[in-house]
């Protein structure tokens, strides 16, 4: 079972249309919102909340609502704004369209964003075992069932492919059984051919990479032509 | 939506999220979860400091300096901390290096993953479904619509970002560039041909 979010493959959304010297926010209020969610930091950064937006209203809005939306709900989950209070400060604002948000500077705070968004933090994490598998070794990806966010896509699974890469070892973004504990993996790049995806529709001399757990793989007979 | 900035004559209502945004800021800086002045900074470093102009200098010199180009495919995240690029969503990049065999495109297609420090924000084609669906699928197909027809012998490799590795992809220096300096070629490698869409600009375009 996969959600709305995950996309690869997926038919019929139409042409790809860029939009001539776009600016980076193009409302006051995206900016507002990005900045927000930035700071705000990773404990209420959830794609898990953006991926349970519910299907139609997910693929109806734009990036940054789908960031508010989400934003929104984990800040009352975690208990630290009530729905009440949400309501009634959006109202005070509707009727009171000059007012402007509440200013309030916090210097620790803010260097603790600003080393979070410039300084240099490398993910990998040391490893503590092997790897599971070596680049040239073919591998499926498996077919799991998840408990919600997984960052293993739809499209790949039950596909074989060959390892490319190995990244070395990452925290496990997987939701699962008693979410806390689950130890980092190691990560791989993994390389498909288009036509493994994508059989009689694939185009011409095609390949695919993409970025793996070592739990999103299992071992696979050899794979001819890919190289 | 209205893109209507000049509004302080003839206020418009404000739209639904606007409002919302305004009512959320206004309670975490009350609750003291966020800073007013670095949702500010914030806004202002990914409009004005934090763009495609980054990863266009890292191009250019990998274009002129070949040691630089070997490190730069070996750590991606080093060399470009070298010109002093890094930080979120960019904390480790692998680069792509594009030839006349090979055309590397990047997508997320679970989200919108993109190198940050090097390429900035994103453009909204990039996050839309159209973009995340085909381009796995169809990449030739998607390409093709940027204006880039890629011949038949041609690789294509489509990365899909799905875990913390950000790429950045590193097009071919075009024709026509061999007398140009390091800064001028930097304004030929455009965003677009740093995800993989198209190739770089070539100097004939460039007035």
Redesign the interface.
């Known amino acids: 079972m996969s959600g709305v979010?995950?996309?690869?493959?997926?038919?019929g959304?139409?042409?790809?249309?860029?939009?001539e010297n776009?600016p980076?926010?193009?409302?006051?209020?995206e900016?507002?919102?990005?900045?927000?969610m930035?700071?705000?930091g990773r404990d209420?950064f959830s794609?898990a909340a953006?991926e349970s937006i519910e299907p139609t209203t997910y693929?109806s809005s734009?990036?940054?609502?789908k960031w508010?939306m989400a934003?929104?709900k984990v800040?009352v989950a975690k208990g630290?704004?009530s729905p009440d209070?949400?309501e009634g400060?959006?109202g005070?604002?509707?009727s009171n369209?000059?007012?402007?948000?509440?200013?309030?500077?916090?210097?620790k705070?803010?260097s603790r964003?600003?080393s979070?968004?410039?300084?240099?933090?490398?993910?990998?994490r040391e490893a503590t075992g092997s790897s599971k598998f070596k680049p040239g070794d073919t591998v499926r990806a498996r077919d799991i069932e998840t408990m919600g966010h997984t960052?293993?896509?739809d499209?790949v699974r039950r596909r074989r492919g060959v390892v490319d890469r190995v990244?070395g070892v990452?925290d496990f973004p997987d939701a699962v059984h008693g979410s806390d504990g689950v130890p980092p993996q190691y990560?791989y790049?993994v390389r498909f051919l288009a036509s493994e995806?994508?059989r009689e529709?694939a185009?011409?001399?095609?390949?695919?990479?993409?970025?793996?757990?070592e739990s999103y793989l299992e071992p696979a007979g050899r794979l001819e032509g890919v190289s | 939506?209205?893109?209507d900035?000049g509004g302080d004559h003839h206020?418009e209502?404000?739209?639904?999220?606007?409002?919302?945004?305004?009512?959320?800021?206004?309670?975490?800086?009350?609750?003291?979860?966020?800073?007013?002045?670095?949702?500010?900074?914030?806004?202002r470093s990914?409009?004005e400091d934090i763009?495609p102009l980054n990863g266009a200098k890292v191009v250019a010199r990998a274009w002129v300096n070949e040691s630089y180009r070997l490190r730069l495919l070996e750590d991606g995240?080093d060399a470009i901390?070298e010109l002093g690029f890094?930080?979120?969503e960019g904390?480790?990049i692998v680069v792509l290096e594009n030839t006349p065999q090979v055309h590397n495109v990047v997508v997320c297609?679970?989200?919108?993953c993109y190198p940050w420090p090097v390429l900035?924000?994103p453009?909204?084609?990039y996050?839309?479904?159209?973009?995340?669906?085909?381009t796995?699928?169809?990449?030739?197909?998607?390409l093709r619509?940027?204006g880039l027809e890629l011949g038949?012998?041609?690789?294509?490799?489509?990365?899909?970002?799905?875990?913390?590795?950000r790429y950045l992809v590193l097009p071919e220096r075009p024709e026509g560039s061999e007398a140009m300096s390091e800064s001028e070629l930097a304004g030929l490698a455009t965003r677009?041909s740093m995800i993989g869409v198209q190739k770089a600009k070539s100097p004939a375009t460039v007035g």
């Open positions: 979010h995950d996309m690869g493959g997926v038919h959304f139409g042409p790809v249309e860029p939009e776009e980076v926010f193009h409302e006051e209020w900016g507002r919102m990005f900045g927000l930035v700071s705000a209420y794609r953006i693929l734009s990036y940054y609502e508010l934003l929104e800040m630290v704004l209070e949400l400060r959006t005070y604002f509707a369209p000059g007012a402007v948000p509440s200013k309030k500077e916090d210097p705070l803010a964003v600003r979070g968004m410039y300084r240099q933090r490398r993910p990998r960052r293993l896509p499209y990244y990452y990560v790049n995806l994508w529709s185009e011409p001399g095609g390949s695919l990479h993409i970025d793996m757990w | 939506m209205s893109k900035h206020p209502p404000e739209p639904y999220p606007a409002l919302r945004t305004k009512a959320l800021e206004s309670l975490l800086v009350e609750k003291g979860l966020v800073s007013s002045d670095v949702i500010d900074e914030l806004v990914y409009e763009g995240t901390a890094g930080g979120a904390a480790e297609t679970l989200c919108s900035g924000l453009p909204t084609w996050k839309s479904a159209a973009y995340r669906s085909r796995v699928m169809e990449p030739r197909s998607v619509e940027f038949e012998k041609v690789e294509v490799r489509v990365w899909d970002s799905t875990a913390d590795i677009d």
